[in-house]
């Protein structure tokens, strides 16, 4: 590797800890329980601030991958994230643990809400945790934003920033924004690494 070229993924060493089952299981139960309208920001947190199991990189990395696999996002960053860590027994204990809790809390909140879902100040307090959601998103967004702009300007960010016009402001089909980017972003990564 020369002194341009920046490290893979495969030069860096693992993480030596290596999480049980009951751990991933209980993590993934901890962001579900912590991320009530969007858990991404929590699965950053925990995954890479709190507990260091990835670096940045490797979260991003990760979640571009569960993005272009059908299903939600974070539901399947928990079975890759899992496998990775403790093979096929990972991703049913991460998933479990994403999907158990928060399964039987809405339960019950659906019962209560049949009840009580037409209360005035209910309405109001929902509208407010929408805006925060809102604003946990951007600062997420912002905070995966950062690895792009470590080594320098690369050709990341205008990739991301054509893909934002694109689906965000032009309101282009999601599939043709992709399917002349992917091959782009691809391409450049290649020539930017070689």
Same mark, same amino acid.
Request: aromatic share 12%.
């Given at each position: 590797?020369?002194?341009?070229? *920046?490290?893979? #993924? ?19 139960? =901890?962001?579900?329980?912590?991320? !009530? @309208? ?9 995954? %890479? /601030? %709190?507990? @260091? ?7 991003? /990395? ?19 994230? @899992? ?5 096929? =027994?990972?991703? #049913? +204990?991460? #998933? !479990? @643990? #994403?999907?158990?809790?928060?399964? =039987?809390i809405v339960i019950l909140i659906g019962v209560l809400y049949a009840h009580y879902g037409e209360v ?6 929902? +509208?407010?945790m929408a805006a925060a959601a809102a604003g946990l998103v951007i600062g997420t967004v912002g905070k ?11 050709? +990341? ?9 694109? %689906?965000?402001?032009?309101?282009? *089909? ?5 399917? +002349?980017?992917? *091959? =782009? ?6 020539? %930017?690494?070689?």
């Amino acid at each position: 590797m020369s002194a341009s070229q *920046p490290p893979s #993924l495969s030069d860096v060493p693992a993480s030596p800890f290596k999480p049980t089952l009951f751990d991933l299981f209980r993590t993934f139960a =901890l962001i579900s329980l912590y991320g !009530f @309208g969007g858990v991404l920001a929590w699965s950053r947190r925990m995954i %890479v /601030e %709190v507990r @260091g199991w990835m670096r940045p990189e490797e979260f991003n /990395e990760a979640y571009a991958l569960c993005q272009f696999l059908p299903g939600p996002n974070v539901v399947n960053l928990s079975v890759v994230f @899992g496998s990775r860590i403790r093979g096929p =027994l990972g991703a #049913l +204990a991460a #998933l !479990f @643990g #994403l999907l158990g809790p928060p399964m =039987l809390i809405v339960i019950l909140i659906g019962v209560l809400y049949a009840h009580y879902g037409e209360v005035a100040s209910l309405q109001r307090a929902l +509208a407010g945790m929408a805006a925060a959601a809102a604003g946990l998103v951007i600062g997420t967004v912002g905070k995966m934003a950062q690895p792009l702009f470590r080594d320098g300007l690369s050709p +990341a960010p205008f990739v991301a920033l054509a893909t934002f016009l694109g %689906v965000g402001v032009m309101r282009w *089909p999601l599939l043709w924004v992709l399917a +002349a980017v992917l *091959p =782009l972003s691809i391409a450049l990564t290649y020539w %930017v690494r070689r």
